[in-house]
């Protein structure tokens, strides 16, 4: 059965930071590109990050820019998603996605984890 699990989110404070997972189980994540996306309380869903399946490509939303990080390790079938410098409107459930390339429409998703930037 193939699924992402996605682990990392929680509670922080504004300024924080948190390191997200998506492992991937029963299929390879070396064959796909993998984004992070979010949903907040009332708004649509929202693409945050994409790398390409070497990382020789990566993406960011413009409001994250410079405060997260994607990264991969194809050994672990996990990718990351580092955050830096969390703020109160990053608030959302982040979910984990796969595609062929970051410009295509994604076909796979995980259940998402919680993340909070509350004081």
């Known amino acids: 059965q193939e699924q992402f699990v996605e682990s990392g989110g929680g509670l922080v404070q504004p300024g924080g930071s948190l390191r997200l997972s998506c492992e991937g189980s029963?299929?390879?994540?070396?064959?796909?590109?993998i984004g992070w996306f979010r949903q907040a309380p009332g708004k649509g869903r929202e693409r945050v990050s994409c790398a390409s399946q070497s990382i020789g490509s990566t993406y960011y939303e413009d409001s994250v820019e410079g405060r997260f990080t994607i990264s991969r390790d194809n050994a672990k079938n996990t990718v990351y998603l580092q955050m830096n410098d969390l703020k109160p409107e990053d608030t959302a459930i982040y979910h984990c996605?796969?595609?062929?390339?970051?410009?295509?429409?994604?076909?796979?998703w995980g259940q998402g984890t919680q993340v909070t930037v509350s004081s």
């Open positions: 996605a796969r595609t062929m390339s970051c410009h295509n429409e994604f076909d796979f």
């Open positions: 029963g299929f390879s994540i070396r064959r796909y590109a």
